[in-house]
């Protein structure tokens, strides 16, 4: 048997202008608000990691940076929250890939809209843009408030990974979680609940008609006795 992190290891999904050449000099700056990025998978998968081109903004020493995933209203990021991440800021001001990891894998559905927010500001960081390819339209905004009107479109660059797992396959692994344990021993308890709810009906079936049965005989006279 193989652990599921064995038979689908965390791998590169797609990306997003990832093989586009880096512009020189171009970098995306804001200071006063959250930025968000849309993201739309091409494929359901558990997402795990991400990769955004960036400058670090001639930071001292490493750094981390909270950013959230958030599913889509009305075409900007909504409220809900559905998984947080860390992106780690290294020192100095070379222009690279920043990695970033996610607090646990999360399921993302192929052709659904999902925001990446950066929301603390100042940035500690730039976003590197690409000479061409595809553009992004951003939105700015922050605390659950994201403008309705794009931030413009840009030549981001970012990847993705994540493990791929076909729905169609069975995962084994070595023990099963307590989850799935308690929800089998519910089950369980379920099931005999069922069977003894219809083991009483029976009982109070049968006691109708025998009872039924008794008021439908015919009654023999009583023998009173005679009072002196």
Known sequence: MYETQEMYPVQFVEGFNENEEPATGRFF?????????????????????????????????????TFHLRTDYDNRPSRNCIISGKLTIPEGDNAQWLEGSMEQAIIVLAQHRYWLTLEEHPLPFSMGLATGGAELGLRTGSDGEWATSSLGKHNCMLKFYGRIIPTAVTLVTKEEPHSVKLLRRIEKCLVEMVELIREQKELLVRRDEDEAGANNRPRKPSRGRMRQ
Do not use: H, K
Not at 33 to 42: D, F, L, R
Not at 43 to 58: D, Q, W
């Open 29 to 65: 700056t804001w200071e006063e608000s959250g930025i968000a990025i849309p993201y739309v998978p091409s494929m359901t998968y558990g997402l795990s990691r991400i990769e955004i081109y960036g400058v670090p903004n001639n930071l001292e020493a490493e750094r981390e940076y």
